[in-house]
């Protein structure tokens, strides 16, 4: 059957983040519902403390060390951060095939990997493209709770999800299914938020992040010896 390989090119160790932002994946078919998802924590550094919220997932580690990933899979979102900011470390989602979420080929997809941005490098805008050949495409966009978000100029409205807090302030988010073609979306009040695009059809699927930023907001680890 499927010879499926999953690659992505890796943000520069120097754009890793020591917070990010983790909403679940959309399911199939269906904005207003959710896919659980797996995901990967890598640390750049020994002894990084990872602090959750609302609460780490099951098998989700409590602290990463240098070059060390850990895998889990969690059917709820959360945000995650290190208690030592100079401590970055970096997160990737994996869609998960349609046999581990539904039983033998029970829905569109199929598995996809998307390295994740750092909170710090989301943006208050972007350009996108939705790929043409899939049967469903979506947007999942975070942003503090309340900041206005446009999408091809329209307002985006109806009903948040809450995500989890970072810092004190609040993150939610939404699926919101898209078209084929070319898209703007950004916030109104010039609030970074972030971006995630997905889309499924029978045994594929594909996830890319909207767009992040590349400033050094990190140190890189020495190199290993």
């Known amino acids: 059957c499927c010879a499926d390989h999953m690659e992505h090119q890796m943000l520069p160790l120097t754009a890793w983040g020591n917070e990010y932002v983790?909403?679940?994946?959309?399911?199939?078919?269906?904005?207003?519902?959710?896919?659980?998802?797996?995901?990967?924590?890598?640390?750049?550094?020994?002894?990084?403390?990872?602090?959750?919220d609302p609460a780490a997932p099951a098998g989700a580690p409590a602290t990463v060390n240098a070059y060390q990933t850990f895998r889990f899979e969690s059917t709820t979102p959360f945000t995650v951060r290190s208690s030592d900011p100079d401590k970055p470390f970096a997160v990737t989602e994996f869609l998960l095939s349609n046999q581990a979420i539904a039983g033998?080929?029970?829905?569109?997809?199929?598995?996809?990997?998307?390295?994740?941005?750092?909170?710090?490098?989301?943006?208050?805008?972007y350009?996108?493209?939705?790929?043409?050949?899939?049967?469903?495409?979506?947007?999942?966009?975070?942003?503090?709770?309340?900041?206005?978000?446009e999408v091809d100029g329209n307002a985006i409205t109806g009903t948040w999800q809450?995500?989890?807090?970072?810092?004190?302030?609040?993150?939610?988010?939404?699926?919101?299914?898209?078209?084929?073609?070319?898209?703007?979306?950004?916030?109104?009040?010039?609030?970074?938020?972030?971006?995630?695009?997905?889309?499924?059809?029978?045994?594929?699927?594909y996830g890319y992040p909207g767009g992040s930023g590349f400033i050094e907001i990190s140190v890189a680890p020495p190199i290993p010896e």
Not at 32 to 46: E, H, P
Not at 183 to 198: Q, V
């Open 162 to 205: 809450s995500l989890g807090s970072l810092d004190g302030t609040a993150w939610e988010y939404r699926h919101i299914a898209v078209t084929v073609g070319q898209h703007t979306l950004g916030s109104t009040d010039g609030t970074p938020i972030g971006l995630i695009g997905t889309g499924y059809a029978q045994d594929v699927s």
């Open 104 to 125: 033998p080929f029970g829905q569109p997809g199929d598995p996809a990997m998307i390295a994740l941005p750092a909170a710090p490098q989301f943006q208050d805008s």
């Open 22 to 52: 983790v909403p679940l994946a959309p399911a199939p078919g269906n904005a207003a519902s959710n896919n659980r998802a797996g995901y990967r924590i890598t640390g750049a550094f020994d002894g990084t403390s990872l602090i959750y």
């Open 127 to 149: 350009i996108f493209a939705v790929p043409a050949g899939y049967t469903s495409d979506f947007v999942t966009v975070s942003r503090p709770v309340g900041t206005p978000v």
